[in-house]
């Protein structure tokens, strides 16, 4: 597919109470020709970090759910091309120059994958699930959007050819055990959410079941064994957001 855009790279992050990661990631989108920062009114001092960089751009809108926030940067941004990032997540200088001459000398791709590395604290998690982790985060606008469907883990609809990046993205998802557990505690009750949107109901055998089995399948087939205790604690965190999925599910519907 041709298509005529310009050439211009709108950078967007969404946020809520990112004091920690925000400046690391900031100060790196020197190449970028708009920072959007997208907040869902922090209580701690994201908002004074971003304004203190001349360049970002920096909105507060009210969080409800990842796709519908994601769509709204989206409509913000004033250019065709976007690198959506994450603020735990941080980009190589070998990457930083893909992406700029990806933009330049393109004209057949509309969106590109990344692939991650998992940084569990301040070492490689390997496996544990991750090893194949890839993820849209550059895309023409004109040519895709998250589908409305998936309030988390949100799914881009593409029209057009997709590529794939050579150089890998630096995820530092999980700090401490606590924050990481919080973030697959919210990740578990919005994709119980999800389920009752559909009218999916809770089923025992599911609830117990799926959990045992997500946590065996990251351990042991995808070699979550081998990280050592990263990926007994990786491995167990991911299965816990699952068991937390149904126990939501079955809280909304006993509500209704």
């Not at 990457?95 to 330049?104: D, G």
């Not at 940084?119 to 090893?131: A, I, T």
């Not at 965190?237 to 939501?248: C, D, G, H, T």
Request: glycine share 4%; proline share 1%; with cysteine.
């Amino acid at each position: 597919m041709e298509y005529n855009s310009n050439k211009n790279l709108s950078v967007l992050i969404i946020t809520l109470n990112e004091e920690t990661h925000i400046t690391s990631l900031l100060v790196d989108l020197n190449f970028a020709d708009e920072i959007l920062v997208v907040d869902s009114f922090s209580s701690d001092n994201t908002k004074s970090i971003c304004e203190s960089f001349s360049k970002v751009k920096f909105i507060q809108n009210k969080f409800e759910n990842f796709t519908s926030q994601r769509n709204f940067a989206i409509a913000q941004a004033k250019n065709d091309w976007i690198l959506f990032l994450d603020a735990d997540e941080r980009l190589t200088p070998e990457l930083k120059n893909e992406i700029y001459t990806t933009i330049q000398t393109n004209d057949t791709y509309t969106a590109f994958l990344f692939h991650r590395t998992f940084m569990f604290k301040d070492k490689v998690l390997y496996y544990s699930g991750w090893q194949t982790d890839k993820i849209y985060r550059l895309f023409n606008k004109n040519f895709a959007n998250y589908t409305t469907e998936r309030l988390v883990h949100e799914k881009l609809k593409v029209t057009g050819k997709i590529g794939i990046l050579k150089n890998k993205l630096i995820h530092h998802s999980y700090s401490n055990y606590e924050s990481y557990k919080a973030k697959m505690i919210n990740y578990g009750k919005l994709k119980g959410q999800e389920k009752f949107i559909k009218k999916l109901k809770p089923i025992f055998f599911s609830s117990i079941i799926h959990p045992i089995y997500n946590f065996l399948y990251n351990y042991f087939i995808r070699l979550g064994i081998l990280d050592g205790r990263k990926g007994i604690v990786i491995c167990y965190l991911n299965a816990y957001s699952v068991y937390i999925r149904y126990q939501e599910l079955k809280k909304l519907w006993k509500t209704k």
